[in-house]
């Protein structure tokens, strides 16, 4: 009996022991992912720092601060890193000395205000035993935002040009032929510390009106689609073209910097800026819509079919405006029609809304 009491009391401070032993290591490695989070802090304030000091650099040589503004920027954001490096090193002090005091098994994991779990995507979240620990429910500001996204919405007159014609002898109404184009863009900064200059892209939905003139409507003969004057009075004769199409322009224009310890964002709202560039896409429907009296009977036709109308869509396209609103210009290079005897391009002048 007493030799069973010995060796259970043995095994019992043996097992004691290698738990007080891998409580110390657990601590120990506690503590060193402590301290080198110490030296990541100092590297991710000295690296937002330099960011800042680089836009502010940027502004200066874009004329947008002084050399003595700069400079007053620079003494501020340093001393601001400064500050955010001795607090938070203070932080991670106290941890050290709460777990060198205390041990793991005091961590206060109820509190609401810190969150355990493994591979959390806070990247500002405290390291200890693999788990990652945030000291608080805010997460971190995207410093800086480099492509942002709109609505685009434009509108206006719409018309053919042919060649040997001007417009004022068009076989078109120019009131009455419109274009119609709604879509999504997305924006991208070409430069990293300068808004200046933007690439611009996206995909859109356009309608491609065209009212003939002199009571005529669209006939195709074969290869070849051609106005002809209609039996009855028109009321109304309408020829329209839907295309999708991905629109890419380079967009250049001034922005506003606005700057905080947090965050840098560029906004071109109330800022000029003009667009230069192009499309290209496919032609997904033609239809031709005809109202006229006859008999005494009310007739409306609706007509969807080929028209020999080009399947591709290409051309150029600019705008010049500002803030939202510009002044929004599209040539088409591909002719309307296939194979005709004289080339007609579609051409649209009219307003372009970046929402």
Do not use: C
């Not at 032929?177 to 808004?195: C, D, P, Q």
């Not at 947090?262 to 800022?271: E, L, M």
Request: proline fraction near 1%.
């Amino acid at each position: 009996m007493k030799t069973i009491v010995t060796i259970a009391t043995f095994v019992a401070m043996t097992l004691f022991a290698q738990l007080l032993s891998a409580q110390e290591t657990d601590k120990s490695d506690a503590v060193k992912e402590l301290t080198e989070q110490k030296e990541r802090i100092i590297n991710t304030e000295k690296e937002a720092l330099k960011k800042e000091v680089e836009v502010i650099n940027e502004r200066l040589i874009n004329n947008e601060i002084t050399r003595d503004e700069a400079q007053k920027l620079k003494e501020d954001a340093a001393e601001n890193h400064a500050l955010n490096i001795e607090n938070r090193l203070a932080i991670i002090d106290n941890k050290i000395a709460l777990l060198e005091r205390n041990g793991l098994k005091n961590v206060n994991t109820e509190d609401p205000k810190i969150f355990i779990g493994l591979n959390t995507q806070e990247e500002n979240a405290d390291v200890i035993l693999g788990l990652k620990i945030n000291t608080g429910k805010e997460r971190k500001i995207k410093y800086d935002i480099r492509t942002r996204s709109n609505l685009v919405i434009a509108f206006g007159l719409n018309n053919a040009i042919v060649d040997g014609q001007s417009l004022d002898d068009s076989d078109y109404k120019i009131a009455g032929s419109r274009f119609f184009e709604i879509g999504w863009a997305w924006k991208t900064r070409v430069f990293k510390n300068s808004n200046f200059l933007r690439f611009k892209y996206g995909i859109s939905y356009t309608t491609n009106g065209l009212k003939p003139t002199d009571n005529r409507y669209f006939v195709e003969n074969g290869d070849q689609t051609e106005l002809e004057e209609f039996r009855v009075e028109l009321k109304k004769s309408k020829f329209r073209m839907d295309n999708l199409v991905i629109p890419i322009h380079f967009e250049f224009g001034p922005s506003k910097v606005v700057e905080t310890e947090k965050k840098i964002r560029y906004y071109t709202s109330n800022r000029f800026r003009i667009g230069i560039g192009g499309y290209a896409g496919v032609n997904v429907s033609t239809r031709q819509k005809l109202k006229y009296r006859e008999n005494g009977d009310r007739v409306k036709d609706k007509i969807k079919r080929d028209y020999n109308t080009s399947d591709l869509i290409y051309g150029l396209s600019t705008y010049i405006g500002f803030g939202d609103m510009s002044l929004y210009l599209k040539y088409d290079l591909q002719p309307i029609f296939r194979n005709a005897t004289v080339d007609q391009n579609n051409v649209s002048l009219g307003l372009r809304f970046d929402l």
